[in-house]
């Protein structure tokens, strides 16, 4: 499908780990293209039911009303012509086509907004955030607070035993870590031992 429009568009891309605030920043970017009266349509993927069918939530309960799509071309289906600000949730739910509908909004004058894990729960890459990144305008990196001490998280932890790449979920399956206390995977809690200290001085006796 093609697009005619006479302004510049551009691509920006909002990842971090889960509880990072991403979805919550999504709407607020969406919310300000809608105060300065542009038409805005917003995406997220069929898969994302977590909180709501017909809406993006953050984890804060912040909500914006979405439509709901099976992949990346269907956006353009259903795109209207006469949308400048087009907002796309959860980025890694929707296969790695959505670099190329990005970049085809982006060419045909659109503001694309997307937001998404950059990371899966082995501390991987997680398709097509990486590649999105290389194609953004502009990246916002945002960081959670680590549940096991407090420090800026960049990692998701999943709780929950799974090797499926792939598991909706928020509060009770996954957590916010940091570099020092992720553990990939789903956590082997016995072999974690989170208050010992991050550095020790020469001298100092270690246990075992």
């Not at 990072?20 to 994302?48: C, H, M, N, T, Y």
């Not at 959670?144 to 420090?151: E, K, P, Q, V």
Request: charged fraction near 25%; hydrophobic fraction near 40%.
């Amino acid at each position: 499908m093609d697009f005619i429009s006479g302004h510049v568009g551009w691509i920006e891309v909002v990842c971090g780990p889960m509880f990072s605030g991403k979805s919550e920043e999504l709407i607020r970017r969406l919310r300000r293209a809608l105060i300065a009266r542009k038409r805005v349509q917003v995406f997220k993927p069929v898969i994302d039911i977590r909180y709501s069918a017909d809406e993006i939530v953050s984890h804060a309960d912040v909500r914006m009303r979405s439509e709901v799509v099976q992949g990346p071309a269907e956006i353009l289906t259903r795109l209207d012509w006469r949308t400048q600000v087009v907002g796309i949730d959860e980025a890694n739910f929707m296969g790695q086509d959505l670099v190329g509908v990005a970049q085809q909004l982006a060419d045909s004058g659109k503001q694309v907004i997307i937001a998404g894990l950059d990371t899966d729960y082995m501390g991987r890459p997680f398709p097509p955030v990486p590649d999105l990144l290389c194609v953004a305008e502009s990246i916002t990196k945002t960081l959670a607070i680590c549940l096991r001490c407090g420090n800026p998280a960049k990692h998701t932890q999943r709780l929950v035993d799974s090797s499926d790449l792939i598991v909706v979920g928020a509060t009770g399956m996954y957590e916010a870590r940091c570099r020092h206390c992720f553990d990939p995977g789903a956590p082997r809690q016995e072999y974690l031992d989170f208050s010992s200290p991050r550095i020790m001085s020469p001298g100092t006796p270690q246990n075992g």
